[in-house]
C-alpha cells in the first residue's frame, strides 16, 4: 500500500514564489499535448474509413507518434508508471476528452447519408445534460482498431477488469443497459484521473448522498491519548499492520491463507475517543482515514444501500483509505426475523456489507456503544475487538489537564483531583464542560477572564443534567 499524505490548498501554495503555478502549467501543458495527439489519431482513424485505404485495417490512427512525456508532471509519471502503450494513452485521452476537449469529439456526429443515421461502429451515447458526444468501449474500439478484428479483441479486453485501468480506478467502462453489447457502455474517467493529470496531487471527494464518506481530520496528537496501556497495544497491532503487510502477506507468504486486510471493533461508551483514535491511526501511519455518513447509506430505495456502498468501497480499495463507520449498529446491527419483504431486504444488505468487509483490501474500523448490538457474523471477522472504557480517576485527572491547557488563565480554587474523582465522565464530556466554563469566564463583566471552580461546577451540573443524571 502505498501512503496517502494530505495535500497543501492550492492557495496557499500560489504564493510560494509562484512556483505552483509554474507546476500547474506544466501540467496542463503536457494534458494538451496528449489531447492535441489525440485529435491528430482522430483525424488520421477518419481519413483511412472514408478514403477506404489499404493499411486500415492494421495500420492507420497509432502510426501518428505520441508526444514525449515529462515524468514529473502528473499525466507524464501516471504514463511512465503503467510503462503505457500508445494504444493505452489513445484509450486514456478520450477517456478525458468529453471534460476537457469535448468539441474535439463533435466529428463523431458526422451521419452515414445511406441511412440518414449516426454510424454504428462510432459508438458514443448523448448525455442527459452533456451536449457533446460521449465516447463508449466501441468508441474506443474504432480509434484503435478499425476493421481489424484481431486489434479489436485486443481493445476490448483493455476494458476488462483485468486491464490496469481497472485496477488503479483510472477509466471506467460504464455498465451497458439490459442485454445491450458491453462495449455500448459509456467510457468515462475514474474519480481521480482529471485531479491526478492536471495538479498531480490527490483530490478530497466531494461529499454528497452518492458518496455518504467525509474524510475525517484531526489536531490531536498521539501523545494526546490517555488510554489503558491494553488499548494501547491492541492499537499497535493496527499500526503494524498497515507498516509490515507486504511483508507478511508476500514475503512471508501469508496470502495463502490470510484475508487481506485488517478488521477492527471499537466499543464503548460515547466520548471515550473512539473517533479521535480513528484520526490518529491515519495520521500515524499516513493513510487517509474517511468516516461513513450511516444515515446517508441507507436507502429506502431497494438497491441504493449497496450503489452507495459500493462507490464507497471501490473508491477506498483504489485509494488506500481507511474506512471509519461510525455507530456502526445502525447498519451492522443483529438481522431480523423475516417477517416482511422490508425485513428480507434489510438482511441483504447486511450480507451484501459482510462480504464486502471481508474481501476489502485495506483497513476498516467500526464503532459502536455497545458491542452486544453488533451482529456476531460480524465480530467474528474482526482481527481485534478493542474496548475503550470510561478512564478511571488517574486517567480523568490526566485528561482535565490535558483539554484545560497551560495557556487557560485558571483561579486557585479548581481541584482537578477532586473533580476526577468526584465525576466518571469521558473525554467527550470533560470537553463539554471545559467548553461551557470557558466561554461563561470569558463573558464575565467584572474584568476577571479566569476560569473558576464556580464556572466548572455549572459545566459539570449541566453536563449531568444533558445525561439525564442525577445532580451533585
Not at 504564493?15 to 503555478?21: K, S
Not at 476488462?160 to 457502455?185: C, N, T, V, W
Not at 444488505?349 to 483497513?363: A, M, T
Amino acid at each position: 500500500m502505498e501512503h496517502q499524505h494530505d495535500k497543501t490548498p492550492l492557495d496557499e501554495k500560489v504564493t510560494e514564489g509562484g512556483m505552483e503555478i509554474e507546476k500547474i502549467d506544466k501540467n496542463i501543458g503536457q494534458v494538451e499535448q496528449e489531447l492535441d495527439w489525440l485529435h491528430s489519431v482522430i483525424n488520421r482513424r477518419f481519413e483511412c474509413y472514408f478514403g477506404d485505404e489499404v493499411g486500415f485495417e492494421t495500420e492507420g490512427p497509432l502510426d501518428v507518434a505520441p508526444p514525449d512525456i515529462d515524468a514529473e508532471t502528473g499525466l507524464g509519471e501516471l504514463i511512465s508508471k503503467h510503462n503505457m502503450t500508445a494504444l493505452d494513452r489513445m484509450i486514456l485521452a478520450l477517456a478525458l476528452a468529453p471534460d476537457l476537449q469535448p468539441q474535439m469529439l463533435d466529428l463523431f456526429y458526422t451521419r452515414n447519408k445511406k441511412f440518414d443515421r449516426g454510424f454504428t461502429e462510432f459508438g458514443g451515447i448523448k448525455g442527459e445534460q452533456h451536449g457533446g458526444f460521449i465516447p463508449t468501449g466501441e468508441t474506443a474500439v474504432f480509434i484503435g482498431a478499425g476493421n481489424s478484428l484481431e486489434t479489436r479483441i485486443e481493445v476490448s479486453q483493455m476494458l476488462m477488469q483485468k486491464h490496469f485501468f481497472y485496477k488503479h480506478d483510472l477509466i471506467r467502462l460504464q455498465p451497458s443497459a439490459g442485454d445491450e453489447p458491453r462495449l455500448s457502455g459509456a467510457l468515462v474517467p475514474g474519480p481521480e484521473l482529471l485531479h491526478n493529470v492536471c495538479y498531480n496531487e490527490s483530490s478530497v471527494p466531494e461529499y454528497n448522498h452518492k458518496f455518504p464518506a467525509k474524510k475525517l481530520y484531526t489536531k490531536h496528537k498521539w501523545s494526546d491519548l490517555v488510554l489503558p496501556d491494553a488499548v494501547h497495544s491492541q492499537l499497535d497491532e493496527i499500526t503494524a499492520w498497515l507498516d509490515h503487510e507486504s511483508t507478511l502477506m508476500i514475503d512471508w507468504g501469508l496470502s495463502r491463507n490470510l484475508k487481506p486486510g485488517y478488521r477492527s471493533l471499537f466499543y464503548g461508551p460515547p466520548g471515550t475517543g473512539k473517533t479521535m483514535v480513528a484520526g490518529l491511526v491515519g495520521i500515524r501511519t499516513g493513510f487517509d482515514v474517511y468516516r461513513i455518513d450511516l444515515s446517508q447509506v441507507v436507502s429506502k430505495y431497494i438497491g441504493e444501500t449497496e450503489k452507495n456502498l459500493s462507490r464507497i468501497f471501490d473508491r477506498a480499495e483504489h485509494q488506500n483509505w481507511i474506512l471509519f463507520f461510525d455507530e456502526a449498529d445502525s447498519l451492522f446491527g443483529q438481522r431480523t426475523q423475516t417477517k416482511s419483504s422490508n425485513d428480507r431486504y434489510s438482511n441483504q444488505e447486511v450480507s451484501y456489507l459482510l462480504q464486502r468487509i471481508e474481501d476489502f483490501n485495506g483497513v476498516i474500523i467500526l464503532a459502536t456503544n455497545l458491542k452486544e448490538n453488533i451482529d456476531e457474523a460480524f465480530t467474528r471477522r474482526f482481527q481485534s475487538v478493542i474496548n475503550f472504557p470510561i478512564p478511571d480517576e488517574n486517567q480523568r485527572y490526566l485528561l482535565w489537564k490535558k483539554i484545560l491547557g497551560t495557556s487557560m488563565p485558571m483561579s486557585d480554587d479548581i481541584d482537578l483531583h477532586q473533580i476526577a474523582a468526584d465525576y466518571r465522565f469521558a473525554g467527550g464530556s470533560i470537553i463539554n464542560v471545559v467548553r461551557f466554563g470557558a466561554l461563561r469566564a470569558v463573558q464575565r463583566k467584572n474584568g476577571s477572564a479566569e476560569l473558576n471552580s464556580s464556572d466548572l461546577q455549572e459545566g459539570l451540573r449541566r453536563e449531568l443534567k444533558k445525561q439525564g443524571k442525577t445532580i451533585l
